[in-house]
């Protein structure tokens, strides 16, 4: 940031994108990730409950397989 210039926060620059996105689509609300993998994740794990049987097709991205586990689901 220049001299004298506040930095901007990034976890409110993240809020509004998210915002300005859910409006955009007519949604209540929106997500932001980095990467797929990072969305994927969030996603499985947000839904996922530890027993849960899940298939993941062996051509599947890695992140899923990683997310199954992490949740103890089988």
Same mark, same amino acid.
């Given at each position: #940031?220049?001299? !004298?210039?506040? /930095? ?5 620059? *993240?809020?509004?994108?998210?915002t /300005? +996105?859910?409006a955009?689509? /007519?949604? #209540?609300? #929106?997500? *932001? $990730?980095?990467?797929?993998? =990072?969305? +994927? /994740? ?7 409950q530890? !027993? =849960? =049987?899940?298939?993941? =097709?062996?051509?599947? $991205? ?7 586990l #992490?949740?103890?689901?089988?």
């Amino acid at each position: #940031a220049a001299l !004298g210039k506040p /930095r901007s926060d990034p976890t409110a620059q *993240v809020a509004t994108l998210e915002t /300005r +996105i859910a409006a955009f689509l /007519r949604l #209540a609300r #929106a997500s *932001v $990730h980095a990467s797929g993998a =990072d969305a +994927i /994740r969030a996603t499985l794990l947000a839904l996922l409950q530890p !027993g =849960d =049987d899940v298939l993941v =097709d062996p051509g599947a $991205h890695p992140a899923m397989a990683e997310s199954v586990l #992490a949740a103890r689901a089988s």
